[in-house]
């Protein structure tokens, strides 16, 4: 009988957090108001993918080579990608001498942004397409080509 509420419980959680997890598919791109590391990006017309991250965070670090290649890849395609973190700056600028980031780095740093969206845990991403419509929302390490693709052509 404990092992069935078990059971029911986790598939309860299960069910909230997929349909948390495409909670914001279909809505419109917020205004960012971030702080860059370096120029800020001109994100009018373009497909956006909105990254949340932390030096401190494995599964972020493990990332952010992956999206290096997909900045590589989409950058002349028009695909702009933001890395958003808390942290302070001069805590990234060291982290960034071992672990470089060729696409933009930027700071929510009182988490507006991140408690817009919710974000419950990191690395989180939002592609949204050219139109600022958010079409997908998940692990960055999950994004497919074919969701890049598509907001691409959106």
């Known amino acids: ?6 059971l029911l419980a986790l598939l309860s959680f299960a069910a909230v957090a997929a349909v948390s997890a495409q909670e914001f598919v279909g809505q419109s791109l ?10 800020e990006p001109q994100i009018a017309g ?7 991250w932390a030096t401190w965070c494995p599964p972020c670090r493990k990332s952010i080579p992956h999206l290096n290649e997909v900045h590589a890849k989409y950058k002349e395609k028009g695909l702009v990608i933001i890395g958003a973190t ?17 696409y933009h780095v930027a700071f ?6 991140s408690k817009h969206f919710k974000v419950r845990g990191i690395p989180h991403a939002f592609l949204a397409n050219a139109k600022g419509v958010i079409v997908w929302q998940g692990h960055p390490m999950s994004l497919r080509e074919a969701d890049i ?6």
């Open 1 to 6: 009988m404990k092992m069935r509420a078990l």
């Open 86 to 102: 808390n942290e302070d700056r001069p805590v990234v600028e060291k982290f960034l001498k071992d672990l470089p980031i060729h």
């Open 30 to 39: 917020p205004e960012l108001k971030l702080k860059y590391l370096d120029q």
């Open 149 to 154: 693709e598509k907001a691409l052509a959106e």
């Open 46 to 52: 373009k497909p956006v993918l909105l990254e949340f």
């Open 108 to 113: 929510d740093k009182n988490g507006a942004l």
